[in-house]
């Protein structure tokens, strides 16, 4: 099944520590999203991707850099990890019926729960 | 810009009776409009979606919503609640044409007593 993989699923890091959460698509879309989630926040958007070699902020950029080298590939970086950055981290695509001009939002991947001691 | 408000953080119903979320946006131009359900420790899960096609949307497990431009609302109903709708809820919406980037509301968790 076409589909978003997240790995790893959990992770504790040291505060000062960096770090790489991983996230593939097989669905061929351009789209790829980066996510946190926080009690009461709901979904708070990080980076974003609309294509290979086009990165962009979204709404929390700071403390997080990403690459998109390919299609298939999205990884999101943090460089110096701070208790503050302690969440669970989506990644996100538009699914094969989103392609085009329709949009019908996304795929998500199981998620990556960080927590920063 | 869009912004997305859901009106109660917290929604306890008894077992068999009616589930309304509510979701109000902003929106410059009409949107699409999203609901997902995250159970617990899991991703999230497209509940139905409304993309302009008809104002009464249907999605799984029995749940619709209705979008009012007028109101500009889409609540999510569900005429009986089931155990197994205890979850997390989020709407979502993102403006048309190529822009694919999603804001989500902050959630609203549905507890069911039996």
Known sequence: NAGVTQTPKFQVLKTGQSMTLQCAQDMNHEYMSWYRQDPGMGLRLIHYSVGAGITDQGEVPNGYNVSRSTTEDFPLRLLSAAPSQTSVYFCASPPPEGQGTAFYGYTFGSGTRLTVV | ?114
């Open chain 2, 1 to 114: 810009a869009q912004s997305v408000t859901q009106l109660g953080s917290h929604v306890s119903v008894s077992e068999g009776a009616l589930v309304l979320l509510r979701c109000n946006y902003s929106s410059s131009v009409p949107p699409y409009l999203f609901w997902y359900v995250q159970y617990p420790n899991q991703g999230l899960q497209l509940l139905l979606k409304y993309t302009s096609a008809a104002t009464l949307v249907k999605g799984i497990n029995g749940f619709e919503a209705e979008f009012k431009k007028s109101e500009t609302s889409f609540h999510l109903t569900k005429p009986s609640a089931h155990m197994s709708d205890a979850a997390e809820y989020f709407c979502a919406v993102s403006r048309r044409s190529n822009d694919y980037k999603l804001s989500f509301g902050a959630g609203t968790t549905v507890t069911v007593r039996a």
